[in-house]
């Protein structure tokens, strides 16, 4: 290989390096700025399984009152009171999980589109319990 061949595929590697750098670093900024955003009501059915209570659907509706970045809370009543809790939004900004300190179970979501979002619960142990529900954003 001659030294003209040798400078034109060391000047044609260092070019590919850069695009591909440059759009990495684009395709990172791009995902962080189009984090999205949970806040706001959320209703629908929520359909639950558990040894102990059987098949159950009841209406279901949660609110999350304060998003910065990935982070997010929020909280949801029932008969028994209010539960209080907090999440996050994974990088794919698609999936997210939220956790209440008072619960031994976690929920995992996936968002839908902008107005749905699907959401399950699992615990495990003596009060077993799996349940999902769909939920629409109210306007």
Known sequence: ???KTAKFISLSATFLFTVILTQMTFNQ???EETIPS????WSGKNNTI???????????????TE??????KG????????????????PDNKSFTWVSPGSRG??????LTKEKI?????EAGIDATAGCTTLKKSK
């Not at 558990?50 to 659907?57: A, P, Q």
């Not at 909280?75 to 994974?90: A, C, L, P």
């Open 38 to 41: 949970l806040l706001g009501t």
């Open 118 to 122: 699907s959401a399950c619960f699992v």
């Open 67 to 72: 998003q910065k970045d990935r982070r997010f």
């Open 106 to 111: 976690y929920n995992h979501g996936r968002i």
């Open 75 to 90: 909280y949801f009543t029932y008969s028994g009171g209010r539960v209080d809790f907090f999440g996050v939004v994974y």
């Open 29 to 31: 900024a791009q995902a």
């Open 50 to 64: 558990s040894e102990k209570k059987g098949y159950k659907t009841r209406n279901k509706t949660i609110h999350v």
């Open 1 to 3: 290989m001659n030294k």
